[in-house]
Protein backbone atom coordinates (compact mmCIF):
# COMPACT_ATOMS: atom_id res chain seq x y z
CA UNK A 1 0.00 0.00 0.00
CA UNK A 2 0.89 3.39 -0.17
CA UNK A 3 2.79 4.91 2.94
CA UNK A 4 1.88 8.65 3.86
CA UNK A 5 2.46 10.71 6.31
CA UNK A 6 0.69 13.58 7.87
CA UNK A 7 1.97 17.45 7.20
CA UNK A 8 2.72 20.21 10.14
CA UNK A 9 0.02 22.21 10.84
CA UNK A 10 2.10 25.10 10.15
CA UNK A 11 2.53 24.18 6.45
CA UNK A 12 -1.19 23.31 6.26
CA UNK A 13 -2.56 26.17 7.22
CA UNK A 14 -0.41 28.38 5.28
CA UNK A 15 -1.35 26.83 1.96
CA UNK A 16 -4.99 26.95 2.68
CA UNK A 17 -5.00 30.39 4.96
CA UNK A 18 -6.48 32.47 2.27
CA UNK A 19 -9.82 30.53 1.65
CA UNK A 20 -13.00 31.01 3.31
CA UNK A 21 -14.48 27.90 2.82
CA UNK A 22 -11.78 24.69 2.69
CA UNK A 23 -12.98 20.59 2.57
CA UNK A 24 -10.88 18.81 4.19
CA UNK A 25 -11.25 15.44 1.99
CA UNK A 26 -10.25 11.87 3.90
CA UNK A 27 -9.71 8.89 1.34
CA UNK A 28 -10.87 5.41 2.68
CA UNK A 29 -7.71 3.34 1.43
CA UNK A 30 -4.03 3.29 1.64
CA UNK A 31 -3.81 6.63 3.76
CA UNK A 32 -6.25 4.70 6.06
CA UNK A 33 -4.76 2.34 6.58
CA UNK A 34 -1.38 3.79 7.77
CA UNK A 35 -3.47 6.78 9.83
CA UNK A 36 -2.34 9.58 7.66
CA UNK A 37 -5.51 10.45 5.85
CA UNK A 38 -8.67 8.78 6.91
CA UNK A 39 -11.97 9.84 8.82
CA UNK A 40 -9.86 9.92 12.07
CA UNK A 41 -7.18 12.28 10.65
CA UNK A 42 -10.00 14.44 8.75
CA UNK A 43 -11.63 15.04 12.41
CA UNK A 44 -8.09 16.00 14.20
CA UNK A 45 -6.64 18.04 11.16
CA UNK A 46 -10.03 19.78 11.05
CA UNK A 47 -9.44 20.67 14.68
CA UNK A 48 -6.10 21.90 14.32
CA UNK A 49 -7.08 24.22 11.54
CA UNK A 50 -9.85 25.74 12.68
CA UNK A 51 -7.99 26.22 15.92
CA UNK A 52 -5.10 27.85 13.79
CA UNK A 53 -7.19 29.67 12.05
CA UNK A 54 -9.12 31.48 14.94
CA UNK A 55 -5.64 31.64 16.17
CA UNK A 56 -4.67 33.89 13.70
CA UNK A 57 -7.85 35.73 13.64
CA UNK A 58 -9.49 34.03 10.45
CA UNK A 59 -12.97 32.53 10.39
CA UNK A 60 -12.08 29.66 7.90
CA UNK A 61 -15.20 27.45 8.16
CA UNK A 62 -13.68 23.70 7.75
CA UNK A 63 -15.46 21.20 6.27
CA UNK A 64 -14.90 17.31 6.87
CA UNK A 65 -15.78 14.68 3.89
CA UNK A 66 -14.46 11.27 3.14
CA UNK A 67 -14.02 9.26 -0.05
CA UNK A 68 -13.97 5.70 -0.41
CA UNK A 69 -11.13 6.14 -3.12
CA UNK A 70 -9.49 9.72 -4.28
CA UNK A 71 -7.47 8.44 -6.86
CA UNK A 72 -10.44 6.70 -8.87
CA UNK A 73 -13.37 9.15 -10.81
CA UNK A 74 -16.18 6.69 -9.82
CA UNK A 75 -15.51 7.78 -6.24
CA UNK A 76 -14.48 11.52 -6.57
CA UNK A 77 -18.05 11.67 -8.30
CA UNK A 78 -19.45 11.08 -4.85
CA UNK A 79 -17.90 13.99 -2.94
CA UNK A 80 -18.77 17.09 -6.43
CA UNK A 81 -21.27 18.00 -4.02
CA UNK A 82 -19.05 18.79 -1.20
CA UNK A 83 -16.37 20.29 -3.22
CA UNK A 84 -18.47 22.50 -5.18
CA UNK A 85 -19.56 24.08 -1.43
CA UNK A 86 -15.89 24.87 -0.87
CA UNK A 87 -13.65 27.26 -2.17
CA UNK A 88 -10.72 24.49 -2.11
CA UNK A 89 -9.79 21.33 -0.99
CA UNK A 90 -7.11 20.30 1.14
CA UNK A 91 -6.98 16.55 0.06
CA UNK A 92 -5.72 13.79 2.94
CA UNK A 93 -5.50 11.32 -0.13
CA UNK A 94 -1.38 10.09 -1.63
CA UNK A 95 0.22 12.28 -4.59
CA UNK A 96 -1.71 10.10 -6.73
CA UNK A 97 -5.47 10.94 -4.72
CA UNK A 98 -4.52 15.12 -5.06
CA UNK A 99 -3.95 15.09 -8.55
CA UNK A 100 -6.52 13.11 -9.42
CA UNK A 101 -8.41 15.34 -7.30
CA UNK A 102 -7.11 18.63 -9.21
CA UNK A 103 -7.78 17.29 -12.73
CA UNK A 104 -11.12 16.47 -12.15
CA UNK A 105 -11.96 20.40 -10.89
CA UNK A 106 -9.93 22.73 -12.79
CA UNK A 107 -11.78 25.76 -10.82
CA UNK A 108 -10.96 24.34 -7.31
CA UNK A 109 -7.26 24.90 -5.65
CA UNK A 110 -6.81 21.94 -3.94
CA UNK A 111 -3.88 21.04 -1.67
CA UNK A 112 -1.80 18.37 -0.22
CA UNK A 113 -2.43 17.78 3.85
CA UNK A 114 0.45 14.28 3.27
CA UNK A 115 3.51 13.83 2.40
CA UNK A 116 3.30 11.05 0.43
CA UNK A 117 6.15 8.68 1.42
CA UNK A 118 6.67 5.48 -0.31
CA UNK A 119 5.07 1.95 -1.24
CA UNK A 120 5.44 -0.26 1.71
CA UNK A 121 3.73 -2.44 4.04
CA UNK A 122 2.77 -2.56 7.74
CA UNK A 123 5.68 -4.12 9.72
CA UNK A 124 4.62 -4.02 13.29
CA UNK A 125 1.90 -1.77 14.51
CA UNK A 126 2.56 1.75 13.97
CA UNK A 127 5.81 1.09 11.87
CA UNK A 128 5.84 1.03 8.18
CA UNK A 129 8.66 0.28 5.59
CA UNK A 130 9.11 0.64 2.26
CA UNK A 131 9.23 -2.46 0.36
CA UNK A 132 9.30 -1.49 -3.60
CA UNK A 133 10.23 1.66 -5.69
CA UNK A 134 8.13 0.81 -8.87
CA UNK A 135 11.41 0.07 -10.93
CA UNK A 136 9.18 -1.35 -13.33
CA UNK A 137 11.17 -4.80 -13.99
CA UNK A 138 10.31 -6.48 -11.52
CA UNK A 139 13.90 -9.11 -10.18
CA UNK A 140 11.99 -10.17 -7.22
CA UNK A 141 12.46 -14.26 -8.46
CA UNK A 142 16.04 -14.30 -8.25
CA UNK A 143 16.25 -12.98 -4.54
CA UNK A 144 14.41 -15.22 -2.97
CA UNK A 145 11.72 -12.26 -2.63
CA UNK A 146 13.44 -9.43 -1.04
CA UNK A 147 14.09 -6.76 -3.40
CA UNK A 148 17.88 -5.42 -4.00
CA UNK A 149 16.57 -2.09 -5.71
CA UNK A 150 14.60 -0.61 -2.68
CA UNK A 151 16.11 -2.59 0.15
CA UNK A 152 19.73 -1.97 -0.34
CA UNK A 153 20.73 1.30 0.28
CA UNK A 154 23.34 1.32 -2.88
CA UNK A 155 20.56 -0.26 -5.25
CA UNK A 156 23.12 -3.30 -5.57
CA UNK A 157 22.16 -6.42 -7.93
CA UNK A 158 25.63 -7.53 -7.45
CA UNK A 159 25.78 -6.95 -3.63
CA UNK A 160 26.75 -7.36 -1.39
CA UNK A 161 29.08 -4.39 -1.13
CA UNK A 162 31.63 -5.62 1.70
CA UNK A 163 30.72 -2.76 4.05
CA UNK A 164 27.63 -4.25 6.30
CA UNK A 165 28.83 -4.70 9.87
CA UNK A 166 26.84 -7.89 11.37
CA UNK A 167 23.90 -7.76 9.51
CA UNK A 168 23.44 -4.05 9.47
CA UNK A 169 23.66 -1.55 6.27
CA UNK A 170 27.43 0.11 6.47
CA UNK A 171 24.83 3.41 5.45
CA UNK A 172 22.19 2.93 8.23
CA UNK A 173 22.67 0.84 11.11
CA UNK A 174 18.79 0.76 12.30
CA UNK A 175 18.36 -1.01 9.16
CA UNK A 176 19.49 -4.98 8.41
CA UNK A 177 21.83 -5.48 5.01
CA UNK A 178 19.16 -6.18 2.12
CA UNK A 179 21.92 -8.30 1.01
CA UNK A 180 22.53 -10.58 4.36
CA UNK A 181 18.69 -11.12 4.34
CA UNK A 182 18.81 -12.22 0.75
CA UNK A 183 21.65 -14.60 1.07
CA UNK A 184 19.81 -16.10 3.92
CA UNK A 185 16.83 -16.14 2.32
CA UNK A 186 18.22 -18.08 -0.72
CA UNK A 187 20.24 -20.80 1.20
CA UNK A 188 16.75 -21.62 3.09
CA UNK A 189 14.74 -22.33 -0.11
CA UNK A 190 17.94 -24.03 -1.22
CA UNK A 191 18.46 -21.23 -4.06
CA UNK A 192 22.14 -19.95 -2.71
CA UNK A 193 23.22 -20.57 -6.36
CA UNK A 194 21.09 -17.75 -7.84
CA UNK A 195 23.88 -15.51 -5.67
CA UNK A 196 26.85 -16.38 -8.07
CA UNK A 197 24.64 -15.08 -11.11
CA UNK A 198 26.30 -11.82 -12.28
CA UNK A 199 23.47 -9.30 -13.26
CA UNK A 200 24.18 -6.88 -16.06
CA UNK A 201 23.48 -3.10 -15.43
CA UNK A 202 19.88 -2.37 -14.84
CA UNK A 203 17.99 -0.75 -17.49
CA UNK A 204 16.44 2.01 -15.25
CA UNK A 205 14.49 3.58 -18.21
CA UNK A 206 11.19 1.34 -16.96
CA UNK A 207 11.48 3.14 -13.57
CA UNK A 208 10.46 7.02 -13.13
CA UNK A 209 13.89 7.80 -14.58
CA UNK A 210 12.67 7.22 -18.17
CA UNK A 211 9.74 9.84 -17.18
CA UNK A 212 6.30 9.28 -15.46
CA UNK A 213 4.94 5.77 -16.59
CA UNK A 214 2.02 4.59 -18.38
CA UNK A 215 0.04 1.41 -18.57
CA UNK A 216 -2.45 0.67 -21.63
CA UNK A 217 -4.79 -2.47 -21.94
CA UNK A 218 -5.89 -1.99 -25.27
CA UNK A 219 -8.10 -5.44 -24.37
CA UNK A 220 -9.80 -3.15 -21.83
CA UNK A 221 -10.11 -0.03 -23.44
CA UNK A 222 -13.78 1.02 -24.93
CA UNK B 1 -6.29 39.12 33.04
CA UNK B 2 -7.70 39.27 36.78
CA UNK B 3 -8.07 35.83 38.22
CA UNK B 4 -11.55 37.17 39.51
CA UNK B 5 -12.46 37.39 36.33
CA UNK B 6 -10.82 34.37 34.50
CA UNK B 7 -12.31 30.68 36.32
CA UNK B 8 -10.27 28.05 33.78
CA UNK B 9 -13.22 25.50 32.11
CA UNK B 10 -11.40 22.35 32.56
CA UNK B 11 -12.37 19.20 31.11
CA UNK B 12 -12.04 16.50 33.31
CA UNK B 13 -12.07 13.13 31.77
CA UNK B 14 -11.78 11.04 34.75
CA UNK B 15 -11.80 6.35 34.21
CA UNK B 16 -14.76 5.05 35.70
CA UNK B 17 -12.50 2.55 37.39
CA UNK B 18 -10.20 5.19 39.55
CA UNK B 19 -10.00 8.90 39.18
CA UNK B 20 -14.25 8.93 38.89
CA UNK B 21 -14.03 7.11 42.00
CA UNK B 22 -11.82 9.06 43.90
CA UNK B 23 -13.95 12.46 42.44
CA UNK B 24 -16.86 10.64 44.40
CA UNK B 25 -14.90 9.87 47.53
CA UNK B 26 -13.63 13.53 47.35
CA UNK B 27 -17.12 14.36 47.62
CA UNK B 28 -18.10 12.18 50.51
CA UNK B 29 -15.04 13.78 52.07
CA UNK B 30 -16.34 17.42 51.31
CA UNK B 31 -12.86 18.15 49.97
CA UNK B 32 -13.50 21.13 47.20
CA UNK B 33 -12.42 21.96 43.96
CA UNK B 34 -12.84 24.76 41.71
CA UNK B 35 -16.27 24.70 39.94
CA UNK B 36 -14.74 25.31 36.42
CA UNK B 37 -13.74 21.53 36.26
CA UNK B 38 -16.87 19.69 34.38
CA UNK B 39 -15.77 15.74 35.12
CA UNK B 40 -16.67 13.16 32.45
CA UNK B 41 -16.67 9.91 33.18
CA UNK B 42 -15.10 7.56 30.93
CA UNK B 43 -15.28 3.71 30.58
CA UNK B 44 -11.17 3.52 30.55
CA UNK B 45 -9.02 6.69 29.30
CA UNK B 46 -8.01 4.11 26.56
CA UNK B 47 -11.21 5.01 25.23
CA UNK B 48 -10.56 8.75 24.97
CA UNK B 49 -9.26 9.25 21.11
CA UNK B 50 -7.13 12.81 20.28
CA UNK B 51 -10.25 13.52 18.44
CA UNK B 52 -11.97 14.24 21.76
CA UNK B 53 -9.45 16.42 22.78
CA UNK B 54 -9.04 18.54 19.61
CA UNK B 55 -12.79 18.98 20.05
CA UNK B 56 -12.87 20.38 23.71
CA UNK B 57 -10.15 22.91 22.46
CA UNK B 58 -11.62 23.73 19.56
CA UNK B 59 -14.60 24.65 21.44
CA UNK B 60 -12.84 26.83 23.39
CA UNK B 61 -12.23 24.11 26.98
CA UNK B 62 -9.22 26.33 28.64
CA UNK B 63 -7.61 22.65 29.74
CA UNK B 64 -8.09 19.26 29.38
CA UNK B 65 -6.97 16.96 32.30
CA UNK B 66 -7.29 13.42 31.52
CA UNK B 67 -7.20 11.00 34.61
CA UNK B 68 -6.61 7.26 34.42
CA UNK B 69 -5.65 4.96 36.48
CA UNK B 70 -2.16 4.42 38.25
CA UNK B 71 0.26 2.30 35.49
CA UNK B 72 -0.15 -1.29 35.96
CA UNK B 73 -3.45 -1.07 37.82
CA UNK B 74 -5.47 -0.56 34.37
CA UNK B 75 -8.58 -2.32 34.66
CA UNK B 76 -8.51 -2.88 30.89
CA UNK B 77 -4.28 -3.90 31.73
CA UNK B 78 -2.84 -1.17 29.43
CA UNK B 79 -5.66 1.08 28.56
CA UNK B 80 -3.63 4.11 30.59
CA UNK B 81 -0.99 3.49 28.38
CA UNK B 82 -2.71 3.92 25.44
CA UNK B 83 -4.19 7.05 26.80
CA UNK B 84 -0.84 8.29 27.56
CA UNK B 85 0.75 7.99 24.03
CA UNK B 86 -2.32 9.28 22.56
CA UNK B 87 -2.38 12.71 25.00
CA UNK B 88 1.54 13.20 24.25
CA UNK B 89 0.58 13.16 20.68
CA UNK B 90 -2.24 15.62 20.91
CA UNK B 91 0.17 18.04 22.90
CA UNK B 92 2.51 18.17 20.00
CA UNK B 93 -0.62 18.63 17.65
CA UNK B 94 -2.22 21.10 19.96
CA UNK B 95 1.41 23.00 19.81
CA UNK B 96 1.37 23.41 16.27
CA UNK B 97 -1.94 24.36 16.08
CA UNK B 98 -1.02 27.42 18.58
CA UNK B 99 -2.32 26.15 21.30
CA UNK B 100 -0.41 25.36 24.31
CA UNK B 101 0.49 21.72 25.81
CA UNK B 102 0.25 22.64 29.02
CA UNK B 103 -3.29 22.66 28.34
CA UNK B 104 -3.63 19.61 28.38
CA UNK B 105 -2.34 16.55 31.09
CA UNK B 106 -2.42 13.12 32.14
CA UNK B 107 -2.31 12.12 35.49
CA UNK B 108 -2.56 8.56 37.30
CA UNK B 109 -5.11 8.25 40.16
CA UNK B 110 -6.29 5.48 42.12
CA UNK B 111 -10.07 5.12 43.81
CA UNK B 112 -8.76 5.84 47.08
CA UNK B 113 -6.85 8.97 46.17
CA UNK B 114 -9.29 11.27 46.64
CA UNK B 115 -6.95 13.81 48.11
CA UNK B 116 -4.70 13.24 45.40
CA UNK B 117 -6.69 14.21 42.85
CA UNK B 118 -7.95 17.42 44.44
CA UNK B 119 -4.30 18.00 44.42
CA UNK B 120 -3.53 17.36 40.81
CA UNK B 121 -7.15 19.26 40.01
CA UNK B 122 -5.97 22.36 41.67
CA UNK B 123 -2.14 22.11 39.95
CA UNK B 124 -3.85 22.45 36.50
CA UNK B 125 -6.12 25.18 37.83
CA UNK B 126 -2.97 26.88 38.97
CA UNK B 127 -0.79 26.30 35.32
CA UNK B 128 -4.03 27.21 32.94
CA UNK B 129 -4.61 30.38 35.23
CA UNK B 130 -0.86 31.31 34.66
CA UNK B 131 -1.28 30.70 31.08
CA UNK B 132 -4.82 32.05 30.38
CA UNK B 133 -7.80 32.09 28.64
CA UNK B 134 -7.38 29.29 25.95
CA UNK B 135 -6.09 31.94 22.93
CA UNK B 136 -9.28 31.16 20.37
CA UNK B 137 -11.84 31.94 23.09
CA UNK B 138 -11.54 35.51 21.87
CA UNK B 139 -12.30 35.12 18.60
CA UNK B 140 -14.92 32.22 19.18
CA UNK B 141 -17.34 34.60 21.45
CA UNK B 142 -15.31 37.79 21.03
CA UNK B 143 -15.77 38.20 25.00
CA UNK B 144 -11.62 38.38 25.32
CA UNK B 145 -12.02 35.25 26.73
CA UNK B 146 -14.78 35.48 30.27
CA UNK B 147 -16.82 32.25 31.12
CA UNK B 148 -19.17 31.18 28.90
CA UNK B 149 -21.09 27.60 28.42
CA UNK B 150 -19.65 25.48 25.67
CA UNK B 151 -22.76 24.96 24.30
CA UNK B 152 -23.42 28.25 24.01
CA UNK B 153 -19.37 28.24 21.86
CA UNK B 154 -20.52 25.49 20.33
CA UNK B 155 -23.75 26.74 18.70
CA UNK B 156 -21.37 30.26 17.09
CA UNK B 157 -18.94 27.50 15.44
S1 LIG C 1 12.61 -5.17 -8.25
FE1 LIG C 1 11.59 -3.28 -8.81
S2 LIG C 1 9.41 -3.80 -8.97
FE2 LIG C 1 10.43 -5.50 -7.91
S3 LIG C 1 10.16 -5.03 -5.73
FE3 LIG C 1 12.13 -4.15 -6.34
S4 LIG C 1 11.68 -2.06 -6.95
FE4 LIG C 1 9.74 -3.15 -6.87
S1 LIG D 1 25.63 -3.03 3.62
FE1 LIG D 1 24.22 -4.35 2.49
S2 LIG D 1 22.32 -3.12 2.26
FE2 LIG D 1 23.97 -1.74 2.91
S3 LIG D 1 24.71 -0.89 1.00
FE3 LIG D 1 26.01 -2.67 1.47
S4 LIG D 1 25.04 -4.40 0.46
FE4 LIG D 1 23.57 -2.74 0.43
Redesign the interface.
Known sequence: MIVAKRK???EIFDAVKDHKNVLVLGCGTCVTVCLAGGE?EV??IS??????S????K?IKVNEFIIERQCDNVFIESAAEEIKKNDAVLSLGCGAGVQAIAERYPNTPVYAGLDTSFLGILESRGVWTEKCMQCGTCVLSDFGGICPITRCAKHMLNGPCGGSREDRCEIRADQPCAWQLIYKRLKDIGQLDKISKEYPAKNWSTSINGGSRTIIREDHRI | MNDKVFEPKIIAFCCHFCAYASADLAGSMRLQYPSGVRIIRTPCTGRLEVEFYMRAFENGADGVLVAGCLEGGCHFIDGNLFAKKRVNSTRNILEESGIEKERLRMVNISAAMATNLVTVINDMVNTIKELGPNPIRKSIDGSGGEYKEFETLNSQK
Not at chain 1, 54 to 57: L, Q
Open positions: KIPRSISALRIARKAGK
